[in-house]
């Protein structure tokens, strides 16, 4: 069928290609991507030859007319980023409102997103979460960034890179404090995948104990500021207290009624606090 089919490709495993996404690349008439080499690498991985056209940010709009122009001439074009979902931290964006515009029909073909994979295994309580994506590079707009989300009391998600995650993790635990709960998720689907969780003063001894540390992706998870709060006031102190007399459910219980927090997250803040 003539359209756009905008196509997830994997993280770092090729295992996670699905069988829909195999289907649509065998069957399109070309495929667009945001660097023809990596994609060329994936297709001949998979067994698939197709012609290849390059859309990536500096050129979306020209590389967008001319995929409507094919997909006008009545071809079907798959369009895939580098790894992961295309429009998210990746150029597809404007690519698709441009198709959508010229009156195209345009499907998506889910799959690997680091984010969503890296949540699915950092353990945080269920509830509202924000994807921020790439924070600013220079440490002003960085600072100031943290800012605005300083007092957002759902997880906060980002994406960094190699070289800037250090001055990242020094800019979020300076902002957001050292107490704020952070779960670094490195390499997802990779071989020398990672997922720890600490505080945020932690972070950067952490980054310290394995030089390969530095290397690879980083989905960056902090806990938001209500649980950040929760974490560093009154009813952690209380909680303290109560554990140095009665068990974990009972002081979470208890201190749950004194500082008016959510009972589980003392609950969990207690089995911490237990070393548990
Ligand atoms: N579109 C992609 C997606 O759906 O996740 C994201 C592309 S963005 C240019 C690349 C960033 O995603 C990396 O710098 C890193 O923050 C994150 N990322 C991608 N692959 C990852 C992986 N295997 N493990 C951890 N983070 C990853």
Redesign the pocket.
């Known amino acids: 069928m003539p359209g756009l089919y905008v196509v997830a490709t994997p993280?770092?495993n090729l295992g996670d290609i699905t069988l829909r996404a195999l289907e649509v690349l065998k069957s399109v008439d070309r495929i667009a991507a945001e660097d023809t080499r990596v994609t060329g690498q994936l297709l001949a991985a998979l067994g698939i030859r197709k012609p290849l056209l390059s859309v990536r940010e500096h050129n979306e709009r020209q590389g967008a007319e001319k995929l409507i122009g094919k997909i006008a001439a009545g071809e079907a074009v798959a369009y895939v980023?580098d790894?992961?979902?295309?429009a998210?931290?990746?150029p597809g964006a404007l690519l698709v409102q441009a198709v959508r515009e010229a009156g195209f029909a345009v499907r998506p073909l889910p799959g690997?997103?680091?984010?969503v994979a890296?949540l699915s295994a950092a353990g945080f309580p269920p509830g509202p979460w924000l994807f921020y994506g790439f924070l600013p590079p220079k440490t002003k707009a960085r600072q100031d960034a943290l800012r605005d989300l300083e007092r957002m009391s759902c997880v906060l998600v980002f994406?960094?890179?190699p070289h800037r995650v250090r001055e990242t993790l020094a800019d979020l635990a300076g902002v957001l404090g050292g107490e704020r709960r952070i779960c670094i998720?490195?390499?997802?689907?990779?071989q020398f995948e990672e997922i720890a969780c600490m505080r945020l003063e932690a972070a950067a001894a952490w980054l310290d104990a394995d030089a390969y540390r530095e290397k690879g992706?980083?989905?960056l998870m902090l806990a938001g500021a209500a649980q950040a709060a929760a974490d560093a006031g009154e009813a952690r102190r209380v909680l303290e207290v109560l554990l140095q007399e009665l068990p974990v459910k009972q002081a979470a219980k208890l201190a749950a009624q004194i500082s008016g927090e959510k009972k589980n997250l003392l609950y969990d803040m207690a089995l911490e606090l237990k070393g548990k």
């Open positions: 993280i770092g980023t790894a992961g979902t295309p998210i931290s990746d690997a997103n680091a984010a890296a994406y960094e890179a998720a490195r390499e997802l689907t990779k992706e980083f989905v």
